[in-house]
């Protein structure tokens, strides 16, 4: 089946550096990627919907210039925290959709992100 | 935007028991509903999902769930949990440009 491979899964970084996280479809042409974080032992929270070729839509309370998301392609897309702080912390989950709603929605498997 | 909502945070059944884990959703238009689960600092397995047609849905792992638009809800069933079944489970449903989860449902299978 299709596969969405998500880079690295896990990774340490220092206060105040940048981490660039990677999505990509290995076998599908990925119209739209989504980015969730998720906290320990809570839900999925949507942080941005990306199309290839567009900038990305941020859900309410995300902060742009400190997410940035890239799509620059249709089988990438780059989540880059920027400044991380521990705060920042997290497991992120990509997803990808192969044209519209209703296409089948293929998740990677998380990147943990640990800032010290 | 549409939501989901999973009243139920934590369940807990003894194996062999039958399971219903609960999920209302709000969405204007026709919902695309999923279910799926989560293991321990894992990724995400669709368990199953409803576009349209058959209310009654049949999934993997022996799950089904049933759409209910009257009740807008797309609650989650099977006959007989295993151990292995232990997890957090997720009611998701899909707009036109974003996938919104609910806030999970941890099960717990006692033996």
Redesign the interface.
């Known amino acids: 089946g299709a596969v969405v491979s998500q880079h690295p899964s896990r990774v340490i970084c220092k206060s105040g550096t940048s981490v660039k996280i990677e999505c990509r479809s290995l076998d599908f042409q990925a119209t739209?990627m989504?980015w969730?974080r998720q906290f320990p032992?809570?839900?999925?929270?949507?942080m941005a919907?990306s199309?290839e070729g567009s900038k990305a839509?941020y859900e309410q309370g995300v902060e742009k210039d400190k997410f940035l998301i890239n799509h620059a392609s249709l089988t990438l897309s780059t989540l880059t925290v920027t400044s991380a702080h521990p705060e920042d912390s997290s497991?992120y989950?990509c997803?990808a959709r192969p044209g519209?709603?209703?296409n089948t929605?293929y998740?990677?498997?998380?990147s943990?992100l640990t800032v010290v | 935007a549409q939501s989901v909502t999973q009243p139920d945070i934590h369940i807990t059944v003894s194996e062999g028991a039958s399971l219903e884990l609960r999920c209302n959703y709000s969405y204007g238009a026709t919902p695309?509903l999923?279910w799926?689960v989560q293991s321990p600092?894992?990724?995400?397995q669709?368990l199953l999902k409803y576009?349209s047609g058959d209310t009654l849905v049949q999934g993997i792992k022996g799950f089904e769930a049933e759409f209910k638009r009257s009740q807008s809800s797309f609650n989650l069933r099977k006959p007989s949990v295993h151990w292995s079944d232990a997890a957090?489970y997720?009611c998701a449903v899909?707009?036109?440009?974003?996938?919104?989860?609910?806030?999970?449902t941890?099960l717990t299978v006692k033996p």
């Open positions: 739209t989504f969730y032992k809570k839900s999925l929270m949507l919907t199309n839509t497991f989950i997803s519209g709603k209703g929605i998740f990677g498997e998380g943990w | 695309y999923f799926y600092g894992q990724g995400l669709l576009f957090e997720f899909e707009g036109n440009n974003d996938m919104r989860f609910g806030a999970g941890r």
